[in-house]
């Protein structure tokens, strides 16, 4: 079967530094996501790529960079780092189409002191 | 814009009891409906799914989900619910025309005591 890993699972940065996050699949999805995950709250879209090198924006992309080079992988940037930040981010693929289930990686846990 | 609205964050049983967790969508169109399930520390796993046809949907380990258009709802239910269910459920909309922008609630909390 395959897997979604996503790197770090956990990630300790400092006020304003830039942190990347990265997930790997080999599923051969195309599409693939990042959501962030706060406590209490749903999943929010942070950016999508439908396929190699391709970007889509989601509803929370101010502060993030993403960047799919490889059909197989996915890196999310924060460009900078907000003190006090914490928040899981997600990894997911799927194959095209808003009527596929997703697979999603166990996570990123951010903190930011 | 679709939206998703989990009413209970947080529901609590006894093993061997059923339950039902709500979930309400809004959209105007055709509409994709799925649950997810998250165990603490771990990503989220498929449930199940409901697009067209029979509104009751069966999922793993037991869970049904029942797609209603007049109460706008797909709420998850289980019969018997065992300690190891104990996990965050969340609900997913989707429009049915196909597009990316998978909306997911807020999450409920099931917590199921031996």
């Known amino acids: 079967g395959g897997i979604i890993t996503q790197t770090p699972k956990f990630l300790i940065g400092q006020e304003g530094q830039k942190l990347t996050l990265k997930c790997q699949q080999n599923f051969n999805h195309d599409t693939m996501y990042w959501y962030r995950q706060d406590s209490g709250k749903g999943l929010r879209l942070i950016y999508y790529?439908?396929?190699?090198?391709?970007?889509q924006k989601g509803d929370l992309s101010e502060g993030y960079d993403a960047s799919r080079e490889k059909k197989s992988s996915f890196s999310l940037t924060v460009t900078s780092a907000q003190k006090n930040e914490m928040a899981v981010f997600l990894c997911?693929?799927?194959?095209?189409?808003?009527?596929?289930?997703?697979?999603f990686g166990s996570g990123t846990r951010l903190l930011v002191i | 814009t679709q939206t998703v609205s989990q009413s209970d964050a947080h529901v609590t049983v006894f093993e061997g009891d059923s339950v039902e967790l709500r979930c309400n969508y809004s959209?105007?169109?055709?509409?994709?409906l799925s649950w997810y399930i998250q165990h603490h520390g771990r990503g989220l796993q498929f449930l199940l799914k409901y697009y067209s046809g029979n509104p009751v949907v069966q999922g793993v380990n037991g869970f049904e989900a029942e797609f209603s258009k007049s109460d706008s709802s797909f709420h998850l239910r289980k019969a018997s619910v065992h300690w190891s269910d104990s996990a965050v459920y969340f609900c997913a909309v989707s429009p049915g025309t196909g597009g990316y922008k998978v909306v997911f609630g807020s999450g409920t909390r099931l917590l199921v005591s031996p």
């Open positions: 997911a693929s799927s194959i095209p189409g808003g009527k596929s289930d997703y697979t």
């Open positions: 959209y105007g169109g055709s509409i994709y």
């Open positions: 790529s439908i396929t190699e090198n391709d970007l």
